[in-house]
Structure formats: structure tokens, C-alpha cells
């Protein structure tokens, strides 16, 4: 039986303001909260709300048939508590459904993944403990920004515990082989893949209401008997894009969710269901693996990551965030880590591309990728020496290692001493209970037995 495994991503960028050269040393905030907020409502207003609306009305109306997974960004999580609750809100009402899996991924959208394995690990703690605050579940499969993949990651993230990971169905990795099985981690059998069917995903996000088309109007009957068609053996049909795809990307006039709403009747005519990606990991078995020795993304014909590292411009910027990575890693300054967060999102080196794929693309604020690299990099000199002031930038690596590691064993050292106190706080509490209680009683057993020898001595007298 096929069945489609329907995922959605959610991602919001944090817009950099104007700074300038002279401001290094000056200004130690980057952002345009103007531009932050304006987004961030904008997409709220025409995308998520009314396409977690209609998810949420997908799954009632199915009686739980329907099933889709979501991943949200920490930078995006922290947009949507501050200008976007409501999102919020739906995102827990779909999760209540019990019809919906978040996955992890990166908390920043960046790609630490391709730079700094301590880095990436760190992050993705952390994504996985907001995950698991939120939305009361611990996230077993994983998703990259972009959907980034090689052996490298794979082996990566399965030793961080996960049991699947979603990436593209690239024809330069896949070869004659086909998107519509499950699949394994070169070297790392018990990491599973989930390869995303462009063709079918892009007819939804990208091509949906283009009247140039030559398969416009697309009905959701038609885009199941697709489906149908497929090869009987062909049974997982992964349908992975960016939740602004449904608003913004294709808008709602164009009657997107509509299309959306009537897939689940459309497909269970067909005998066609929806699972989660857990699911189809424990139902169904690998076939074979995926040998991607070099990087691949879901961007670009090309699905690779020349979008944020395909010109020098990007790999020096992107090379010299990460210059300071290990010492960011250990700070312990909340603003630092804010900072370090927003500055590695992958838009930022996406606005320095000079590859020409055909589509224009929209740089904000910027005329060009030289003016964004340069923006870029005055910021990062003003980040990088806030950075240096904790951690002197003439400390070699194994000064600051052993820096590092004095700190963690202080902290390590605090945290048992901390435990232990808490353990002695609650015996001295318990010992205090004991002898408020002995007390208590105490004075009573002296008053009843100095009046049982009173009336003994009267007794005597009368006698």
C-alpha cells in the first residue's frame, strides 16, 4: 500500500539592519526590527495561520487518517513568541491532534553541519530540549537546514541517537534509482532516509499556480492518480516543502489549501495513506544505502550547496564566522548566543550568491552580493572582537582548550557541589522535622507524668 509522507518546514530569517564600518565597536546590535515584525506578520497572516487552520481541519475531518510531520527553527520560534503567538497556538493544537511529528533541526538554520561538528552537536541539543519543552516529545528523526546531506552528517547525526534523517531525492546521488523507498546511511545502516520526490513536491510549492503549466489547473485527483500510477512497489511518496509555500510562495487566492484540504478523501478513494516519518521507519525496511560523499541540498538544479558557498566572497564570510566557533560554543553570555544564532541562519550567505539560476532573488536590503558580503563582515568584525574580549584572540588552540576545559570542570565541579548542598539541605530538613516532632511530645510525656506522682502522694495522704 503507498503510502505519502507529508512534510512541512518553518523557518523565518532575522533581517540585519545598515551597519556600517564606523559603527564597529559602537553598536552591538545588528537587527532591523522593523523589517522583523513586518515579516514575521506578513507570513503569520498569509501563510501559517490559515495553512495550520486548514492542517488542523485536514485531520478532523479524516477521522485521524490524515498524518503530516513539521520542523520549526529556534530562530523561528523565537520570531513567532514575540511577534506571532497565534502561530504558536495552532503548532500546539495540531500537536494535541496527535496527528503531527516534529522533527529537529538545526537551531539557528545554519550550516554548522559543513563547518563545526561541536558546534552542530551543541545546537542540536538544544533544539531537540525546546522540542521536547513545547510539544512534550523528544524528536527521533532528523532534518538538516536545506535538507544538507552527505555520509558525513549521516554518521553524525545517527550517533546523536536519531533513527532517520530527511534529505533530497537528487538524480546526481539516485541515479536510476527511484525516491519512492526507504533508504540507509552509507556505513550507518540504522540511520534511515527519506528521500523527497522534487518533481512532485516542487508541482505543489513552486509550479501550482503558474497558468504556463502544462498541467494547470491541477486538481488534487489528478496529482493522486499520479500517485496511484506509481509502480506497485514504489510505496513511501515524500512531499517535503517549506510551509510559506502555501500562502506565499503560491497564494491563497490561487486556492492552494483548497487543493491541499481535498487530498486525504482524494487519496483514500485510491487506498493511498498518510504516515508520519517514524512511522514508515518501523514499518518498512531499507532497500539499499545512499553513498552522497559530497554535500546535497533541495535548492537549485544543481542540489548542492553553492547557493551559500559557491563564491569566495560566502566561504570567506562563512570561514570566518566559524573562526571563532569554539569559543562561542563554551560562552556562557545569553547575547553572545543570540547573536551567534542569527548571524550563522543560511540566508545570510544565500544574499552573497553570484550564481545565476534564471530566478531572481530577493536580496532585501541589499543592490548586490558584494554590498551583502560587505554588511556581512562589518558586523561579524564587531561580533568577533565582543568575542575576543572573553577569549583573547592571541590565546592558541591549546591555550584556549585548556582554558575551556578548566572552565567546564569549575562549572562540572559547581554542579555536584550544588547537588550535594541540595542534598544536605534536604537531610538537615529532615532532621529537623524529626526533632520538631520529638519536641512536641516531649513536654507532654514530662506535665502527665509529674500529675501521675501528685496523685500518687494524695492518694498515700488519705490512706
Same mark, same amino acid.
Given at each position: 500500500?503507498?503510502?505519502?509522507?507529508?512534510?512541512?518546514?518553518?523557518?523565518?530569517?532575522?533581517?540585519?539592519?545598515?551597519?556600517?564600518?564606523?559603527?564597529?565597536?559602537?553598536?552591538?546590535?545588528?537587527?532591523?526590527?522593523?523589517?522583523?515584525?513586518?515579516?514575521?506578520?506578513?507570513?503569520?497572516?498569509?501563510?501559517?495561520?490559515?495553512?495550520?487552520?486548514?492542517?488542523?481541519?485536514?485531520?478532523?475531518?479524516?477521522?485521524?487518517?490524515?498524518?503530516?510531520?513539521?520542523?520549526?527553527?529556534?530562530?523561528?520560534?523565537?520570531?513567532?513568541?514575540?511577534?506571532?503567538?497565534?502561530?504558536?497556538?495552532?503548532?500546539?493544537?495540531?500537536?494535541?491532534?496527535?496527528?503531527?511529528?516534529?522533527?529537529?533541526?538545526?537551531?539557528?538554520?545554519?550550516?554548522?553541519?559543513?563547518?563545526?561538528?561541536?558546534?552542530?552537536?551543541?545546537?542540536?541539543?538544544?533544539?531537540?530540549?525546546?522540542?521536547?519543552?513545547?510539544?512534550?516529545?523528544?524528536?527521533?528523526?532528523?532534518?538538516?537546514?536545506?535538507?544538507?546531506?552527505?555520509?558525513?552528517?549521516?554518521?553524525?547525526?545517527?550517533?546523536?541517537?536519531?533513527?532517520?534523517?530527511?534529505?533530497?531525492?537528487?538524480?546526481?546521488?539516485?541515479?536510476?534509482?527511484?525516491?519512492?523507498?526507504?533508504?540507509?546511511?552509507?556505513?550507518?545502516?540504522?540511520?534511515?532516509?527519506?528521500?523527497?520526490?522534487?518533481?512532485?513536491?516542487?508541482?505543489?510549492?513552486?509550479?501550482?499556480?503558474?497558468?504556463?503549466?502544462?498541467?494547470?489547473?491541477?486538481?488534487?485527483?489528478?496529482?493522486?492518480?499520479?500517485?496511484?500510477?506509481?509502480?506497485?512497489?514504489?510505496?513511501?511518496?515524500?512531499?517535503?516543502?517549506?510551509?510559506?509555500?502555501?500562502?506565499?510562495?503560491?497564494?491563497?487566492?490561487?486556492?492552494?489549501?483548497?487543493?491541499?484540504?481535498?487530498?486525504?478523501?482524494?487519496?483514500?478513494?485510491?487506498?493511498?495513506?498518510?504516515?508520519?516519518?517514524?512511522?514508515?521507519?518501523?514499518?518498512?525496511?531499507?532497500?539499499?544505502?545512499?553513498?552522497?560523499?559530497?554535500?546535497?541540498?533541495?535548492?537549485?538544479?544543481?542540489?548542492?550547496?553553492?547557493?551559500?558557498?559557491?563564491?569566495?566572497?560566502?566561504?570567506?564570510?562563512?570561514?570566518?564566522?566559524?573562526?571563532?566557533?569554539?569559543?562561542?560554543?563554551?560562552?556562557?553570555?545569553?547575547?553572545?548566543?543570540?547573536?551567534?544564532?542569527?548571524?550563522?541562519?543560511?540566508?545570510?550567505?544565500?544574499?552573497?550568491?553570484?550564481?545565476?539560476? &534564471?530566478?531572481? @532573488?530577493? /536580496?532585501?536590503?541589499?543592490?548586490? =552580493?558584494? *554590498?551583502?558580503?560587505?554588511?556581512?563582515? +562589518?558586523? $561579524? &568584525?564587531?561580533? @568577533?572582537? /565582543?568575542?575576543?574580549?572573553?577569549? =583573547?584572540? *592571541?590565546?592558541?588552540?591549546?591555550?584556549? +582548550?585548556? $582554558?575551556?576545559?578548566? @572552565?567546564?570542570?569549575?562549572?562540572?565541579?559547581?554542579?555536584?557541589?550544588?547537588?550535594?548542598?541540595?542534598?544536605?539541605?534536604?537531610?538537615?530538613?529532615?532532621?529537623?522535622?524529626?526533632?520538631?516532632?520529638?519536641?512536641?511530645?516531649?513536654?507532654?510525656?514530662?506535665?502527665?507524668?509529674?500529675?501521675?506522682?501528685?496523685?500518687?502522694?494524695?492518694?498515700?495522704?488519705?490512706?
Amino acid at each position: 500500500m503507498k503510502t505519502i509522507c507529508l512534510y512541512f518546514e518553518i523557518h523565518q530569517e532575522v533581517h540585519l539592519k545598515r551597519y556600517r564600518f564606523f559603527d564597529i565597536g559602537r553598536d552591538h546590535y545588528y537587527y532591523d526590527e522593523y523589517a522583523n515584525e513586518q515579516s514575521m506578520n506578513e507570513l503569520a497572516e498569509k501563510s501559517y495561520i490559515p495553512a495550520l487552520t486548514a492542517l488542523i481541519e485536514m485531520v478532523k475531518n479524516s477521522d485521524g487518517a490524515f498524518k503530516v510531520a513539521l520542523s520549526v527553527s529556534g530562530v523561528a520560534l523565537e520570531m513567532l513568541e514575540i511577534h506571532a503567538p497565534k502561530v504558536l497556538e495552532l503548532l500546539h493544537e495540531l500537536n494535541d491532534t496527535g496527528k503531527c511529528e516534529f522533527l529537529c533541526e538545526p537551531y539557528s538554520h545554519g550550516l554548522s553541519s559543513l563547518a563545526n561538528e561541536e558546534c552542530f552537536r551543541e545546537e542540536v541539543l538544544r533544539m531537540q530540549d525546546k522540542i521536547r519543552v513545547l510539544f512534550g516529545k523528544a524528536p527521533k528523526v532528523f532534518r538538516n537546514s536545506s535538507l544538507v546531506y552527505d555520509n558525513e552528517i549521516g554518521s553524525l547525526v545517527a550517533s546523536m541517537g536519531f533513527k532517520g534523517m530527511l534529505t533530497e531525492g537528487a538524480k546526481h546521488i539516485l541515479g536510476w534509482k527511484s525516491p519512492h523507498y526507504l533508504y540507509h546511511c552509507a556505513g550507518v545502516p540504522k540511520l534511515k532516509l527519506l528521500l523527497r520526490d522534487f518533481k512532485l513536491s516542487d508541482d505543489i510549492s513552486l509550479r501550482f499556480s503558474n497558468s504556463e503549466w502544462s498541467e494547470y489547473p491541477l486538481f488534487a485527483d489528478k496529482y493522486m492518480d499520479w500517485i496511484a500510477e506509481m509502480p506497485e512497489e514504489e510505496q513511501v511518496i515524500n512531499i517535503f516543502m517549506q510551509l510559506s509555500a502555501l500562502g506565499i510562495s503560491q497564494s491563497l487566492s490561487s486556492n492552494i489549501l483548497e487543493f491541499l484540504k481535498a487530498l486525504p478523501k482524494c487519496a483514500k478513494d485510491r487506498g493511498i495513506t498518510f504516515s508520519t516519518p517514524s512511522e514508515i521507519i518501523s514499518k518498512l525496511k531499507s532497500v539499499d544505502q545512499i553513498d552522497c560523499p559530497y554535500p546535497m541540498s533541495w535548492v537549485d538544479e544543481e542540489r548542492d550547496i553553492s547557493p551559500w558557498l559557491g563564491n569566495q566572497l560566502q566561504r570567506a564570510a562563512f570561514d570566518k564566522l566559524y573562526s571563532v566557533g569554539e569559543r562561542v560554543r563554551l560562552c556562557t553570555d545569553n547575547r553572545i548566543k543570540q547573536d551567534w544564532d542569527y548571524l550563522q541562519a543560511s540566508n545570510n550567505f544565500r544574499y552573497m550568491t553570484t550564481k545565476n539560476t &534564471g530566478i531572481e @532573488i530577493n /536580496r532585501g536590503i541589499y543592490s548586490s =552580493p558584494y *554590498d551583502a558580503f560587505a554588511n556581512y563582515m +562589518n558586523i $561579524l &568584525g564587531d561580533f @568577533i572582537s /565582543r568575542v575576543n574580549e572573553l577569549y =583573547p584572540v *592571541d590565546m592558541d588552540n591549546e591555550e584556549l +582548550n585548556s $582554558l575551556l576545559t578548566t @572552565i567546564k570542570n569549575q562549572d562540572d565541579e559547581l554542579t555536584a557541589m550544588n547537588k550535594e548542598v541540595l542534598k544536605l539541605q534536604e537531610k538537615l530538613e529532615k532532621a529537623q522535622s524529626e526533632l520538631n516532632k520529638y519536641e512536641d511530645v516531649k513536654p507532654k510525656k514530662t506535665v502527665t507524668k509529674k500529675k501521675s506522682t501528685a496523685k500518687t502522694s494524695a492518694e498515700k495522704e488519705v490512706k
